[in-house]
């Protein structure tokens, strides 16, 4: 019996191939364990509803809170069921407060831990994912990693390289296998553009929304941007009352080249990323969706976990001040198109079942 804990929107495209692959080997017991970090149904149950999950075999409903409230709750919680029925291993995935949280539940009661994209790090602990990616890395028995990079900042924090295994990217499991859905989708079909062109835009990072002057500034930039490119822009809950809170709402709901919506579900969303000129964001993985995608990205950040992204990729930081410039640049690069990187093949959950095999045989 193995646990696959997820707990937020970005787990569920990691956690759908892995939990796939376990299910059709005849040794393997997957239980898939939902802590509910988030909790609306196109932040969560979508995902699991478009990757045929199935419902989770433990709902642990711990809602939003303050990081030290929400890990605090995640970690009595996850640690009763583990005292209940204990798995042969827990893998926990990616830089959340779930990852953390349950690492350190079944780490303290002897169970052994994975952790599925290990090793990433933006060397920035302002960033609350990257103090969730030591302490998980630290704490587990196995370390899967995505790209060369991730095994050279375990090495490099002392972690024994006989810990770490070069498994690929799951993510992109989950975007080879679910490629005829989305080229599929009408969603791109289906909006009435002003422009000939247009950018997909996510921000939820909080340096970037909670930030006043910077969300301020965000928004003239992307007002700017509007004039020559259309916008679509699904918001992100947090995002949605901080625009909100600034009373800029009506603005940009007044701007017929920018498309606000809700979160939108996988199929669409990566409809969108695929037909764009280019992505505005602040998130992790669609860096990389976006590199093999071959869809110029534009990260506004200054550091990514994900340099593969930058220097085999389709990635380049910006700033709100460079968004401009940066946005001029990428019109003119010819370097676009399907990007190959090593292990990045939709293969990744295959490995991660031969690594799990002889992790727990020995
Ligand atoms: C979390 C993760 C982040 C990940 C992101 C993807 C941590 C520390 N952060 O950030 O790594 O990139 O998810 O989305 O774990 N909310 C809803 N409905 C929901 C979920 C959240 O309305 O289903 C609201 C919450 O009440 C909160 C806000 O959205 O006000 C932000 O949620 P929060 O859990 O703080 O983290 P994210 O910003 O989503």
Known sequence: MIHIVVGARPNQMKAAPLLRALREHPDFEPILVDTGQHYDHEMAGVFMQQFGMGEPDYSLEVGSGTHGAQTAKILEKYESLLLRKRPAATIVIGD????????????????PVIHLEAGLRSKDRGMPEELNRIVTDHLSDLLWTPSP?????????????????????????????????????????????????????????????????????????????????????????????????????NELLDNAAIHLMGPLGYIDFMNGIMHSACVITDSGGIQEETTWLGVPCITLRPNTERPITITEGTNI????????????????????????????D?????????????????
């Not at 910006?318 to 990428?330: C, G, K, N, V, Y």
């Open 317 to 344: 930081l910006a700033t709100p001040e460079t968004l401009q410039s940066e946005l001029q640049r990428i019109q003119k690069r010819v370097d676009t198109g399907h990007k190959t990187i090593e292990y990045w």
């Open 346 to 362: 939709g293969k990744t959950a295959q490995r991660c079942v031969k690594s799990l095999e002889l992790f727990l045989k020995r």
């Open 96 to 111: 959340i407060n779930s990852t953390v949280a349950c690492a350190l539940a079944a780490s303290k009661i002897g169970i």
């Open 149 to 249: 990079d991730g095994d050279e900042n375990l090495l490099q924090s002392g972690i024994e390289e006989s810990k770490i295994v070069r498994v690929g990217n799951i993510m992109i499991d989950t975007l080879v296998a679910m490629k005829p859905e989305v080229e599929k989708s009408l969603f791109t079909k289906n909006i009435p553009f002003q422009n000939n062109k247009f950018a997909m835009v996510t921000l939820h990072r909080p340096s970037n929304v909670d930030v006043e002057v910077t969300l301020t500034k965000l928004l003239d930039e992307l007002l700017i941007v509007s004039k020559t490119m259309d916008i679509i822009w699904p918001l992100h809950p947090r995002t949605k009352s901080r625009i909100e809170s600034l009373g800029r709402m």
